[in-house]
């Protein structure tokens, strides 16, 4: 420890015989300290060197912000002599040089210096200096500001200026800043601050300075901010004034809606307080008063030809107007915006109505078919077809019909059937008799000897 120790020095006292310069054996960490009002404050040193290798002869002084300096602690490495006017104040801290500030006030303000001579023991009487000043302020936290505009009521754009003012009743090199809506105010030519910035006037007001304003008072040892904000409301308008329409179709400047439509128009603007509306016909040149407020209801079928219509905004605070005009057509839609609503519909009226068509005609086919062509049904009549019925060659009926001469009779055993005969016309439906659980068990055929016997009798 004791060689490095020697090196260091040796290394000092090298440079300060080449470079004539302070070989810096002591450093102060801040030039400026800021300290609070009522609390303590320490003013650290630190050292490059070891005691016990030099004798040291120092001082501690103040000089106040007039200008006047005193001589607080002189102080070697045995002993300390501390100036009776600040003995319970100074505290000086042994072996590092460090002094203490205890209960700060305002008097306490002003530079602290250190001044140092060094001289090594193990070198011949080169002594070396060192001298440090720290700046030391006292401050006292601030209070909550309070916030105050001037004057307190809505103002109105392009004519009124307003002031803003932010204080505190305790505080010392206060510093404020604004805040509109939580963003911070920048620069700008219509604001003007006070050099503190306790101070903001606006002039004049515009529609974009509306909003709630909030200030912050700060210190270098604290910071505040107003506990509610203030709202500046401004008047202003119209702006932005248009005509709408959810009906017809818009080109530019012009409207055109369908023969017999009932269209309504909507006018609006930017504005506070909010605008009164009046509506304009213009005809040959003439202007006639229609209606008054923001809405407009227009019979297409009353207009003979295309007419010119103004919607006018005024505001009866900034008394300021503004107005806007637009022509209506009226002329079929057809392929325009009615087809464009009648494509997105889902189904139409017609679609429905062939829908229900089919279906209707689809059911009474499939009745009639499980009625007369049910396949159970034929499989059957091929079934119960006699043998020789089923191999007897095809008869067209216009063959020899002397071979069918004869009386037939039919005889049956009834099942669900009543009658025990069948008329001939039954027996066209015989087909169907056999269905209805009747049996035909046998068809007994009189054929007379001679046509003329049969006559006789």
Partial sequence: MEATGGLVVCVCLILVLITDVSANFIHVSSSTRHGIEGKSLRLPVEMYFQLDEAEIQGTWSHTTMSGIRTTLVS????????????????????????????????????????????????????????????????????????????????????????????????????????????????????????????????????????????????????????????????????????????????????????????????CQADSNPPNSYVWISKRRNATQVITEGPRLEVLSYRLAQAEEYLCRAFNNVTQKQDETQFTLVVASLGTGKEKHTQDNNSVSPLAVITVCSLFIIGGMLLVFFRKDCHPKRVLMRIYKRPISDQKRPHRSGHEDATEDFGIYEFVSIPGKMESTQASCRSLARLESLQDMHTTIYDVIRHVPETPGQSLLK
């Fill in 75 to 266: 102080f070697t490495k045995e002993s300390t002599i501390t100036d009776m006017m600040h003995r319970n104040h100074i505290i000086f801290k042994e072996p590092n040089m460090s002094l203490l500030i205890r209960k700060l006030n305002q008097r306490d303000e002003g530079d602290y210096h250190l001044n140092l001579n060094i001289e090594f023991l193990n070198k011949s009487g080169q002594v070396f200096k060192e001298e440090r000043t720290v700046r030391v302020t006292v401050d006292v936290p601030v209070s909550t500001p309070v916030l105050e505009k001037s004057p307190s009521e809505a103002v109105v754009e392009d004519k009124a200026n307003v002031t803003w003012t932010c204080s505190v009743e305790r505080g010392t090199r206060v510093v404020f800043q604004w805040y509109r809506d939580n963003i911070l105010v920048g620069v700008n030519d219509r604001y003007h601050f006070a050099k503190d910035k306790s101070t903001l006037l606006i002039s004049p007001v515009k529609k974009e300075d509306k909003g709630s304003y909030r200030c912050v008072a700060s210190n270098p040892v604290s910071q505040e901010r107003c506990r509610t904000a203030v709202e500046l409301t401004v008047y202003y308008g119209p702006y932005n004034l248009e005509v709408n329409s959810d009906q017809g179709l818009r080109t530019g400047e012009v409207f055109t809606i369908n023969p017999g439509e009932l269209v309504f128009f909507n």
